[in-house]
């Protein structure tokens, strides 16, 4: 069965730090991954995915995120965080069965102190 | 801009009082989707439409229904809301169902059952 595990519920990161979110998959199939951002009492909002090519994919508001099949990893980064980089985010992976249907993470809220 | 709008964003019905919940997108995609998210927990599709094929998952309640009139709106039905449907309610869109198509998120509607 395809799923995808957040392993931390919250992540707690100091202003200019270096940030991560962690993220691995299991999947049939080749993956396509995908990371959300979701502000409060808002919709989710687009960061970036990785469908095939190289393994560093870099998205919106300066994230990135790095693909490992070895790993089955596809960690979220970012190499100085802001305060308003707080928020939920939600990794998602497609299944392979029914292209329409993603199956998100349990998600990892990101806390940036100053 | 191209975008998918959500209304009413807040939304309080009775117990057992029917709901309609509406979006619209002016992204002319082809795949509308509807999701339900409780407590800051990973949304869990419902249903989605592609064109005008329905296409629901197989847990989701008879109570909720979904009709798409035309390419622009869908609306989320609930015939007789019961308090553990009070939730976040998200719609989405993508062009096409395939793989490496992104969804695009409205703002979501947060329904409160009294």
């Known amino acids: 069965a395809q799923s995808v595990a957040q392993p931390e519920d919250q992540v707690n990161v100091a202003e200019g730090n270096p940030l991560t979110v962690k993220c691995t998959y299991s999947?049939?199939?080749?993956?396509?991954l995908f990371w959300y951002v979701q502000y409060p009492n808002r919709g989710l909002q687009f960061l970036l995915k990785?469908?095939?090519?190289?393994?560093l994919v870099k998205g919106s508001y300066g994230f990135e995120a790095e693909f490992n099949k070895s790993q089955t990893s596809f960690h979220l980064k970012k190499p100085s965080a802001l305060v308003s980089d707080s928020a939920l985010y939600f990794c998602?992976?497609?299944?392979?069965?029914?292209?329409?249907?993603?199956?998100f993470g349990s998600g990892t809220r990101l806390s940036i102190r100053p | 801009d191209a975008m998918v709008i959500q209304n009413p964003r807040y939304q309080v019905t009775q117990f057992g009082k029917p709901v309609t919940l509406s979006c619209s997108q002016t992204?002319?995609?082809?795949?509308m989707y509807w999701y339900q998210q409780k407590s800051s927990q990973a949304p869990k599709l419902l249903f989605h439409?592609?064109?005008?094929?329905?296409?629901n998952e197989a847990d989701t309640p008879d109570n909720f229904q979904s009709r798409r009139p035309n390419t622009s709106f869908c609306f989320l039905d609930i015939r007789s809301p019961g308090l553990g449907d009070a939730a976040m309610y998200l719609c989405?869109?993508?062009?096409?169902?395939?793989?490496?198509?992104?969804?695009?998120f409205g703002p979501g509607t947060r329904l409160l059952v009294l």
């Open positions: 989405a869109t993508s062009r096409d169902p395939g793989y490496q198509e992104t969804q695009y």
């Open positions: 999947v049939s199939g080749n993956p396509y």
């Open positions: 990785y469908i095939t090519g190289d393994n």
């Open positions: 998602a992976v497609r299944v392979y069965s029914s292209a329409s249907k993603i199956i």
């Open positions: 992204l002319n995609h082809n795949v």
């Open positions: 439409y592609y064109d005008k094929d329905f296409n």
